[in-house]
């Protein structure tokens, strides 16, 4: 069976090499992706002029997601893309023209390394981080429809259980934009588990899933994929055994939703984060 090419972007000048991929089959209907996956940056950026610690909180990346990524690859047999990098350094779920492409100030940290970041500087950091981990993406998708099987692209994030002292009472996300093929099965499937209900459950919580220029927007919706972003809230999947638990149940979900190609058939369904598209 086709596996995907170990696709391996040029390192920059120091070594560091900003994707990671899974190998998987081409033809296994799906593609895992992770945008958040972690916390690293480049030798050069030291801490961003943070302290150490402020790297360990979601405002340097999706806590338990590269670990359930890995895992619900494996379980589907898909190949899986997977930063390398901190959203802090840049980040790669934005459009290359977004105001929060490199943030200044999150969740009332300050980042003095991005403060003074210009515009040649976020440049730099576009051509060197951000663009090859899309270009992966990219690559990836190609080779996979190249089979004669389109994918259907997921997207796996993790949601912080508090945000501005507000407590979460979601477990499970799916955002998605105006394409309801995955979506739609998945959060029905979801509302089946016995240990789920409706308030454990975000249909578009608790972000949007219409946004011009993410990964899903420019790499699946764009070419009328089938998608679905997934958020895990954290403390569910900050361990290998929440991981683990997490890729059994969406594996067992996803599967039979992403067999039938039908599903997965490339088709424009527009986008509410594009509205004259």
Same mark, same amino acid.
């Given at each position: 069976?086709?596996?995907?090419?170990?696709?391996?972007?040029?390192?920059? %000048?120091?070594?560091?090499?900003?994707?990671?991929?899974?190998?998987? @089959?081409?033809?296994?209907?799906?593609?895992?992706?992770?945008?958040?996956?972690?916390?690293?940056?480049?030798? /050069?950026?030291?801490?961003?002029?943070?302290?150490?610690?402020?790297? %360990?909180?979601?405002?340097?990346?999706?806590? /338990?997601?590269?670990?359930?990524?890995?895992?619900?690859?494996? *379980?589907?047999?898909?190949?899986?893309?997977?930063?390398?990098?901190?959203?802090?350094?840049?980040?790669?779920?934005? $459009?290359?023209?977004?105001?929060?492409?490199?943030?200044?100030?999150?969740? $009332?940290?300050?980042?003095?390394?991005?403060?003074?970041?210009?515009?040649?500087?976020?440049?730099?950091? @576009?051509?060197?981080?951000?663009?090859?981990?899309?270009?992966?993406?990219?690559?990836?998708?190609?080779?996979?429809?190249?089979?004669?099987?389109?994918?259907?692209?997921?997207?796996?994030?993790?949601?912080?259980?508090?945000?501005?002292?507000?407590?979460? *009472?979601?477990?499970?996300?799916?955002?998605?934009?105006?394409?309801?093929?995955?979506?739609?099965?998945?959060?029905?499937?979801?509302?089946?588990?016995?240990? #789920?209900?409706?308030?454990?459950? /975000?249909?578009? %919580?608790?972000?949007? $899933?219409?946004?011009?220029?993410?990964?899903?927007?420019?790499?699946?919706?764009?070419?009328?994929?089938?998608?679905?972003?997934?958020?895990?809230?954290?403390?569910?999947?900050?361990?290998?055994?929440?991981? %683990?638990?997490?890729?059994?149940? #969406?594996?067992?979900?996803?599967?039979?939703?992403?067999?039938?190609?039908?599903?997965?058939?490339?088709?424009?369904?527009?986008?509410?984060?594009?509205?004259? @598209?």
């Amino acid at each position: 069976m086709d596996r995907t090419p170990r696709i391996a972007p040029e390192p920059d %000048e120091t070594g560091f090499v900003p994707v990671e991929t899974v190998a998987g @089959r081409l033809d296994a209907g799906v593609l895992i992706v992770c945008d958040h996956a972690s916390n690293a940056l480049p030798p /050069g950026y030291g801490a961003l002029g943070l302290p150490a610690a402020a790297l %360990e909180r979601h405002i340097a990346w999706d806590i /338990g997601a590269a670990a359930l990524t890995r895992a619900l690859a494996k *379980r589907l047999e898909a190949p899986a893309v997977l930063s390398t990098f901190s959203r802090l350094l840049i980040d790669p779920n934005r $459009g290359a023209d977004d105001p929060t492409l490199v943030m200044r100030y999150s969740d $009332g940290a300050v980042v003095p390394g991005n403060a003074r970041a210009d515009a040649a500087e976020i440049a730099l950091r @576009r051509e060197r981080y951000w663009a090859p981990y899309r270009e992966t993406i990219t690559a990836t998708v190609e080779a996979m429809l190249a089979t004669g099987e389109p994918p259907a692209v997921v997207a796996v994030h993790s949601f912080t259980p508090v945000w501005r002292g507000a407590q979460r *009472r979601w477990k499970v996300g799916v955002l998605w934009d105006l394409d309801d093929r995955l979506p739609g099965p998945l959060l029905r499937a979801l509302a089946a588990e016995p240990d #789920l209900h409706v308030d454990g459950i /975000g249909d578009n %919580e608790p972000y949007d $899933g219409g946004l011009a220029g993410d990964t899903i927007d420019a790499v699946a919706t764009a070419r009328g994929l089938a998608n679905a972003l997934i958020e895990v809230r954290q403390d569910l999947i900050a361990d290998d055994a929440g991981a %683990e638990a997490w890729a059994d149940r #969406l594996a067992r979900l996803l599967a039979p939703i992403v067999a039938d190609p039908a599903a997965r058939a490339p088709k424009d369904w527009g986008s509410r984060a594009r509205p004259g @598209r």
